[in-house]
């Protein structure tokens, strides 16, 4: 079982629509969660990190479920330059800081 | 002003070869990074340096040899290419080891090495 797993999508989402995806982790130990947006041919880019209470960037709201072991990124009011590859990362406690990734979602926002 | 860059952007060379990438950042980071994303796009990390120190050494083949002249640069030399290191390779940094406070990782734009 991989560490951090994604829905691979794609995810057809009406412009204007919200989206809403998860990523599960396996590790107990995990700490700090991460979103990555990865547009096509290009390098990940920090969209928000994920905290324990919760947290909203604009139109993107990232959640965390220790119990359930995921974490989530809703996107509401979706415009055409959200298409893209979501990667979520996570770091685990005595792992010098090593990020695990999702193999990522697609979003594909459609006018 | 580009804060995390890479050398060359793309790499095409035939098997049995030897090249190297090259990696700066101009962000005044203690970490870097060096990560592969391979056909099907899963991003794994490599390595990690901390104040030129090693720290990360995932279970990389050791034709794969990373050296921090200082704390900007990360570069990574690849001995013997095999078509199966065909990928994207990112470099990236952060100001601390992940998982603290400031630790988020910037990426260099990639370096996509074919070997033939």
């Known amino acids: 079982r991989k560490e951090v797993e994604q829905d691979p999508g794609p995810f057809n989402v009406p412009e204007g629509a919200t989206v809403a995806f998860n990523c599960t982790y396996s590790?107990?130990?995990?700490?700090?969660f991460f979103w990555y947006r990865q547009d096509c041919r290009k390098e990940p880019k920090l969209l928000m990190s994920?905290?324990?209470s919760g947290n909203e960037d604009g139109r993107f709201t990232a959640q965390l479920n220790r119990a359930s072991q995921y974490i989530s990124l809703l996107i509401r009011d979706s415009k055409l330059s959200d298409s893209a590859t979501y990667l979520c990362?996570?770091?685990?406690?005595?792992?010098?800081?090593?990020?695990?990734f999702g193999a990522g979602t697609q979003v594909v926002v459609t006018p | 002003d580009t804060a995390v860059s890479q050398t060359p952007k793309y790499l095409v060379t035939q098997m049995g070869n030897d090249k190297s990438i090259k990696c700066e950042q101009n962000?005044?980071?203690?970490?870097m990074y060096w990560y592969k994303q391979d056909s099907k796009k899963f991003l794994k990390i490599m390595f990690s340096?901390?104040?030129?120190?090693?720290?990360i050494n995932e279970t990389v083949p050791n034709r794969f040899s990373p050296k921090s002249p200082d704390k900007a640069h990360l570069n990574l030399h690849i001995n013997s290419l095999e078509l199966g290191d065909s990928a994207v390779y990112f470099c990236?940094?952060?100001?601390?080891?992940?998982?603290?406070?400031?630790?988020?990782?910037?990426f260099g734009p990639g370096t996509r090495l074919t070997v033939l």
């Open positions: 340096y901390n104040n030129k120190e090693l720290i």
């Open positions: 590790n107990s130990a995990s700490q700090s």
């Open positions: 990236a940094s952060s100001q601390a080891l992940s998982g603290g406070g400031e630790d988020t990782q910037y």
């Open positions: 994920v905290y324990s």
């Open positions: 990362a996570v770091v685990t406690t005595d792992s010098w800081g090593k990020l695990q």
């Open positions: 962000l005044g980071h203690d970490t």
